[in-house]
């Protein structure tokens, strides 16, 4: 399981997980009764054809329903959900299959402080997403503009599908700590701030192209454009060559203001 936090899924059709859940558990319904003539056919074989198998078998078969229906969503909410036969399944559930964005995206950064309209700062930009059916994780890496790293993380999450055609709008607040001049005058100190993002990932070929902006409460906005890394792929963006992660060696994320 990832560490992450419940997101909504927004679409152009009848929304919320709810539609999903019925139909695990209509599954479920199916598949206790071969559960339980499975495992009673097991305990005669091996313990013999007498009343006392049958009422144990009758007494545990009550928890078979919940340990299946336990194990369906488990297992749709890792793996299934992102699958082939996972899409047939939200088919049948009147559902649009929500997007896999899980992966590594590379790019770049520009960053406006509140009382500048021209480019204060530009400096690579790495995003990782972790997402499960239930859950996702966004986690940023970038250079802060006076040295040092900032590491953002989400906090909460919407994923907006089927609005238009190809495009995948995703929304995220999130939280961060930076260091800023002390009222003194003298050295830095450390403090959490927040912001908030929207991304809009749209496809090409597999991989996604991600173009966005956001902005967070020092005052400061920014635009942000990225490229999914795919494995066995270079780490580019856009043409632009390779870039790694901020705090990687070899990084070129140097500073540049205007």
């Given at each position: 399981m990832i560490e992450g936090h419940d997101y909504t899924i927004y679409t152009s059709g009848p929304s919320g997980r709810a539609r999903m859940y019925a139909l695990l558990a209509l599954i479920t319904a199916f598949l206790t009764p071969l559960a339980q003539h499975a495992a009673l056919a097991l305990l005669r074989r091996y313990w013999g054809d007498d009343w006392d198998?049958?009422?144990?078998?009758?007494?545990?078969?009550?928890?078979?329903?919940?340990?299946?229906?336990?194990?369906?969503?488990?297992?749709?909410?890792?793996?299934?959900?992102?699958?082939?036969?996972?899409?047939?399944?939200?088919?049948?559930?009147?559902?649009?299959?929500?997007?896999?964005?899980?992966?590594?995206?590379?790019?770049?950064?520009?960053?406006?402080?509140?009382?500048?309209?021209?480019?204060?700062?530009h400096t690579a930009y790495y995003l990782r997403i972790a997402q499960t059916w239930e859950q996702i994780s966004l986690v940023v890496e970038r250079e802060a503009e006076f040295g040092g790293q900032v590491r953002i993380h989400s906090d909460l999450a919407s994923i907006r599908v089927g609005m238009m055609l190809g495009l995948v709008t995703v929304r995220f607040m999130y939280t961060f700590e930076e260091d800023i001049s002390r009222r003194e005058g003298f050295?830095?100190?450390?403090?959490?701030?927040?912001?908030?993002?929207?991304?809009?990932?749209?496809?090409?070929?597999?991989?996604?192209?991600?173009?966005?902006?956001?902005?967070?409460?020092?005052?400061?906005?920014?635009?942000?454009?990225?490229?999914?890394?795919?494995?066995?792929?270079?780490?580019?963006?856009?043409?632009?060559?390779?870039?790694?992660?901020?705090?990687?060696?070899?990084?070129?994320?140097?500073?540049?203001?205007?």
């Open positions: 198998v049958a009422e144990k078998a009758l007494f545990f078969g009550g928890f078979t329903a919940l340990i299946l229906f336990g194990v369906l969503i488990n297992v749709f909410n890792l793996h299934v959900w992102k699958t082939h036969g996972g899409r047939w399944m939200f088919r049948l559930a009147g559902l649009p299959a929500p997007p896999d964005l899980n992966g590594e995206y590379r790019g770049a950064i520009d960053l406006h402080a509140a009382a500048e309209s021209q480019t204060l700062f050295g830095m100190m450390g403090r959490r701030f927040s912001g908030a993002a929207t991304f809009e990932f749209r496809r090409d070929g597999e991989a996604w192209l991600v173009s966005g902006h956001f902005f967070d409460d020092i005052g400061r906005s920014g635009q942000v454009q990225l490229r999914q890394v795919l494995a066995g792929s270079g780490n580019t963006a856009g043409g632009s060559g390779t870039l790694c992660p901020p705090g990687d060696s070899g990084s070129p994320n140097a500073p540049k203001t205007t």
